[in-house]
């Protein structure tokens, strides 16, 4: 985990990290994302998945209670403004 936090900027620096079959095939195209996230649970020894979200103001890491806060706030406002008819808001 020091490795991949240190080369949390340079993401293809941990891709290296990954048996070279996999990184083939993220290379291809030829792994979906829940296959990405299975590999790095393997890698890593713990769980790990992606959440998709079509909108970049909730594309953040959520690994610890403040940004979970964050990113319910953001989902939160966003079901809102659809409900009222009103523009999204771009930030929490």
Known sequence: METIDANRKKPWKNAFMLNPVSLFKILCRQLTMSQVAQEASRLLGCQT????MPFAECCMDVDKPS??????TILKRRRHSRSQGTPEPLTP
């Open 49 to 52: 998945d992606v959440v998709v």
């Open 67 to 72: 940004d979970k806060a964050l990113a319910e």
